[in-house]
C-alpha cells in the first residue's frame, strides 16, 4: 500500500527527521538511508518498519542534526608542531629557500591539532532516533488507514456487484434448459413430421443437457469466496496474500462457469465477472 509518515523532533540535544514513503510491492523491501554517524542503527529501523508493516517497497530518510553542536576539543599537538618547525627551519638554513613559515601554513599539516569528541552513548542515540521512528510510522499508519477505508468500500462495493451478476446467471441458466428443450422439441417435429414425438427421450436430452450446463456448484462456491472476503475485510490486518489466493479461486470457478454457459447472454455476464475479478486485483496490489 502507498504511504507517507513524516516526523522531526528533538531529543537530549539532537534534532531528527525521519520520513517513511511506501510504493506497491508483492513482499516487504526496506530500504533505510541515514548519515555515517547512525550506520550502527540501520537493522534497528528495519526490524522496526517490519513490526509494523509487512508489505511494500518501503523508503526510509534519516536526518540528525545536533542542537547548538558539539562539545568538541581542539588542543595543539606541541611535540608535533615543534617537529615540523625544526624541520623547515633546517629547510632554510641549510638550503637557502624563504622563510615563509606561517600560522596559516602550519595549521594545515598534518596532526598539528588533536580534536577530542565526546563518547558518544550509542544505546542512547538509538533509543532516541527508534522514538522518532515511531512517531513517523504513526503518520504513516493514519494514511494508510484512511485509504484502506476507501479500498474497502470499493471492494465491499464490487463484492456486491459480483453477487448481482452470478444471480443473473443462475437465473439466466435455468432459462437456458428451457430454451434447449423447446428447441430441441421443435428440431425433433420438424424432422419426424406427423410420427408421434416420445416425450421420455426430449425429457433425457433435456436432463443431459441441464447436468452439462449446471453451474450451481461454482456459483455457490463463488459465493463462498465473496463472504470469505467480506469476512476478511472486516477482521483487519494484513490480509493482502490471502485476497491474492482467494481472487485465484474466483477467478477459477468463473472460468468454469464461462465454459459451461452456452448462451451468448450468460457469456457476456461472466465477461463482467471476470472484469469485475480484474479490478479487485488490481486493488488488492494496494493492500497490505
Known amino acids: 500500500m502507498t504511504g507517507y509518515g513524516r516526523a522531526v523532533e528533538t531529543v537530549n540535544g539532537r534534532e531528527f527527521t525521519v520520513e517513511l514513503r511506501s510504493v506497491n510491492n508483492r513482499y516487504l523491501d526496506c530500504t533505510v538511508k ?26 526510509v530518510f534519516i536526518s540528525v542534526r545536533s542542537e547548538g553542536g558539539e562539545e568538541i576539543k581542539v588542543s595543539l599537538n606541541e611535540n608535533v608542531l615543534a617537529g615540523y618547525l625544526e624541520a623547515m627551519r633546517q629547510m632554510v638554513a641549510n638550503h637557502g629557500v624563504q622563510d615563509d613559515i606561517s600560522v596559516s601554513t602550519l595549521s594545515r599539516l598534518p596532526d598539528v591539532f588533536t580534536v577530542e569528541r565526546p563518547e ?14 515511531a512517531k513517523a510510522i504513526e503518520g504513516y499508519d493514519a494514511m494508510r488507514r484512511t485509504e484502506g477505508i476507501a479500498l474497502e468500500n470499493d471492494l465491499r462495493s464490487r463484492g456486491e456487484t459480483i453477487r448481482d451478476l452470478v ?37 433425457t436430452e433435456a436432463a443431459i443437457f441441464a447436468d452439462k450446463v449446471a453451474v450451481d456448484e461454482e456459483t455457490v462456491r463463488l459465493r463462498s469466496h465473496l463472504q470469505q472476503m467480506d469476512t476478511m475485510l472486516t477482521a483487519g490486518g494484513a490480509m493482502g496474500r490471502k ?32 472484469a469485475e475479478l480484474e479490478k479487485i486485483r488490481e486493488q488488492t496490489q494496494n493492500i497490505e
Open 120 to 133: 558518544v552513548d550509542e544505546d542512547q542515540l538509538l533509543a532516541d532516533l527508534l522514538s522518532v521512528v
Open 243 to 274: 485476497l491474492d489466493f482467494l481472487l485465484q479461486e474466483m477467478n477459477r470457478e468463473t472460468n468454469t462457469i464461462g465454459s459451461k454457459c452456452t448462451d451468448v447472454r450468460l457469456a457476456r455476464i461472466v465477461v463482467d465477472i471476470k
Open 34 to 59: 541515514l548519515p555515517r554517524s547512525l550506520t550502527f542503527a540501520e537493522e534497528a529501523v528495519k526490524q522496526a518498519v517490519k513490526a509494523t508493516i509487512s508489505r511494500g517497497k518501503v523508503d
Open 167 to 203: 444471480t443473473q446467471v443462475e437465473q439466466g441458466n435455468g432459462q437456458t434448459v428451457i430454451d434447449y428443450r423447446a428447441r430441441l422439441e421443435a428440431k425433433l417435429q420438424e424432422v419426424l413430421a406427423n410420427t408421434s414425438i416420445d416425450e421420455s427421450r426430449i425429457l
